[in-house]
T-cell receptor, first 114, second 110 residues
Framework: GAVVSQHPSWVICKSGTSVKIECRSL??????MFWYRQFPKQSLMLMATSNEGSKATYEQGVEKDKFLINHASLTLSTLTVTSAHPEDSSFYIC??????????FGNGTRLTVT | SQQGEEDPQALSIQEGENATMNCSYKTSINNLQWYRQNSGRGLVHLIL?????REKHSGRLRVTLDTSKKSSSLLITASRAADTASYFCATEQGAQKLVFGQGTRLTINP
């Protein structure tokens, strides 16, 4: 079964509003989670590394103030897209690593900003 | 760009045929991984090959790695319609960060 749960699976919001996406590791603790963004028919681009109890590490070109990441517990990381615009419409995927295992991915969140 | 290249970008074959996808990367690696993504879903880990390995098998999957050429290939034998998906290679670049290739969209025609 799924070991990483992502919620919601899809969301439609109006331009200017904020959207929060949750990523949970279901039966293991994840000190590090990763957030990716994927445009249609393209690859996954790493946005940031979410570290439990500390600030996220953002990749070059990713706006920290726009994509807020909070890793408040060992099983939950959240990505908030603030003041969303149509160009933020994308597929957002989180992942987490279980000890000595490959990364497990959530099923992604399809964000559409109208 | 940190991302690798994959070819072909799209591949369409008949059920039962073998499918081969290639991946090239740019940096030194500890391992290379292949993932599968069904449309609109997350990624599923298929296989990991370490830098000191040259070939690895898992069921109908065969992965090769040539570190001198910085390339890898994924072979799916006896393809099935259910194998239709996008396939991505990924290299681990420090602190558990995965960098993905562009992907190959595989279509298996019944």
């Amino acid at each position: 079964g799924a070991v990483v749960s992502q919620h919601p699976s899809w969301v439609i919001c109006k331009s200017g509003t904020s959207v929060k996406i949750e990523c949970r590791s279901l039966d293991f603790q994840a000190t590090t989670m990763f957030w990716y963004r994927q445009f249609p028919k393209q690859s996954l681009m790493l946005m940031a590394t979410s570290n439990e109890g500390s600030k996220a590490t953002y990749e070059q070109g990713v706006e920290k103030d726009k994509f807020l990441i909070n890793h408040a517990s060992l099983t939950l990381s959240t990505l908030t897209v603030t003041s969303a615009h149509p160009e933020d419409s994308s597929f957002y995927i989180c992942s987490a690593r279980r000890a000595l295992m490959p990364l497990h991915f959530g099923n992604g969140t399809r964000l559409t900003v109208t | 760009s940190q991302q690798g290249e994959e070819d072909p970008q799209a591949l369409s074959i008949q059920e039962g045929e073998n499918a081969t996808m290639n991946c090239s990367y740019k940096t030194s690696i500890n391992n290379l991984q292949w993932y599968r993504q069904n449309s609109g879903r997350g990624l599923v880990h298929l296989i990991l090959i370490r830098s000191n390995e040259r070939e690895k098998h898992s069921g109908r999957l065969r992965v090769t790695l040539d570190t001198s050429k910085k390339s890898s290939s994924l072979l799916i034998t006896a393809s099935r319609a259910a194998d239709t998906a996008s396939y991505f290679c990924a290299t681990e670049q420090g602190a558990q960060k995965l960098v993905f290739g562009q992907g190959t969209r595989l279509t298996i025609n019944p």
